[in-house]
Antibody, heavy 124, light 106 residues
Framework: EVQLVESGGGLVQPGRSMKLSCAASGFTFSDYYMAWVRQAPKKGLEWVASISYEGSSTYYGDSVKGRFTISRDNAKSTLYLQMNSLRSEDTATYYC?????????????????WGQGVMVTVSS | DTVLTQSPALAVSPGERVSISCRASEGVNSYMHWYQQKPGQQPKLLIYKASNLASGVPARFSGSGSGTDFTLTIDPVEADDTATYFCQQSWNDPPTFGGGTKLELK
C-alpha cells in the first residue's frame, strides 16, 4: 500500500524558515518524480514544486521560486521541502504527492497518491 | 499560465446523473485529470488523461473531452459523492488546477 506521511509543519513567524518532510513507503521511491502541492485555507490547489527521480532536476512555481527548495533522499525514501523567507501568503496545508509522469523523465504528469497534508501557518 | 475554469457549485439528488465541467484557457490535448476532495481529507485521483479511470475508482465516474473542454460525469450520484472536484492540466507549464466544483446532494 502506497503511503505518504508528511511532518514538520506548525506556526512560524514571517521571514523565518521551516522544513517539511514526507516519508514514503509501499513503492520504489526512486522510480517516481515527487511533488509538493499546497492548499490555502478554504482555497484551491496550487502546485509548489517537483523533483526528478534522482533529484538532479527541480521545478518550482513562480510564487516560491528562489525561496523554497525541494530535495529527496532515495536511501531514506523521503522527500523534503525547505521553505525560507516565509510570508503570510504561504499559509496553507502542504501535501506531498507522487507524480506519474506522462512520459519518462518528464515533470509533466498527474498526482496519483497524496499524503494527508501538514499545516503551515505563517504569522507573527 | 493555463487557467482552468469550473462552476463553483452544483446540487443534485441521489440517483441522478451529474456533469462537472472544466474549461481551459488554452489547449491541453488530453492531459486533463480529475480529483475528489472530501472535507478534511487529501485529494484523491479519479480520472487521468481525460478518460482513464484511476485504480479502485467506481465505474460510476467517467471523464471525457479534449483540447479545452472537459467533463467529469457521475452516474448515478450517491450520497458519499459529496465533495469538491478539481481538474488539473499537465500539458502546459506550470501544472495548474481549477478552482473546484463543490457537489452537494439534495
Amino acid at each position: 500500500e502506497v503511503q505518504l506521511v508528511e511532518s514538520g509543519g506548525g506556526l512560524v513567524q514571517p521571514g523565518r524558515s521551516m522544513k517539511l518532510s514526507c516519508a514514503a513507503s509501499g513503492f520504489t521511491f526512486s522510480d517516481y518524480y515527487m511533488a509538493w502541492v499546497r492548499q490555502a485555507p478554504k482555497k484551491g490547489l496550487e502546485w509548489v514544486a517537483s523533483i526528478s527521480y534522482e533529484g538532479s532536476s527541480t521545478y518550482y512555481g513562480d510564487s516560491v521560486k528562489g525561496r523554497f527548495t525541494i530535495s529527496r533522499d532515495n536511501a531514506k525514501s523521503t522527500l523534503y521541502l525547505q521553505m525560507n523567507s516565509l510570508r503570510s501568503e504561504d499559509t496553507a496545508t502542504y501535501y506531498c504527492a507522487r507524480l506519474r509522469s506522462i512520459y519518462y523523465y518528464s515533470s509533466y504528469g498527474y498526482f496519483d497518491y497524496w499524503g494527508q497534508g501538514v499545516m503551515v501557518t505563517v504569522s507573527s | 499560465d493555463t487557467v482552468l475554469t469550473q462552476s463553483p457549485a452544483l446540487a443534485v439528488s441521489p440517483g441522478e446523473r451529474v456533469s462537472i465541467s472544466c474549461r481551459a484557457s488554452e489547449g491541453v490535448n488530453s492531459y486533463m485529470h480529475w480529483y475528489q476532495q472530501k472535507p478534511g481529507q487529501q485529494p484523491k485521483l479519479l480520472i487521468y488523461k481525460a478518460s482513464n479511470l484511476a485504480s479502485g475508482v467506481p465505474a460510476r465516474f467517467s471523464g471525457s473531452g479534449s483540447g479545452t473542454d472537459f467533463t467529469l460525469t457521475i452516474d448515478p450520484v450517491e450520497a458519499d459523492d459529496t465533495a469538491t472536484y478539481f481538474c488539473q492540466q499537465s500539458w502546459n507549464d506550470p501544472p495548474t488546477f481549477g478552482g473546484g466544483t463543490k457537489l452537494e446532494l439534495k
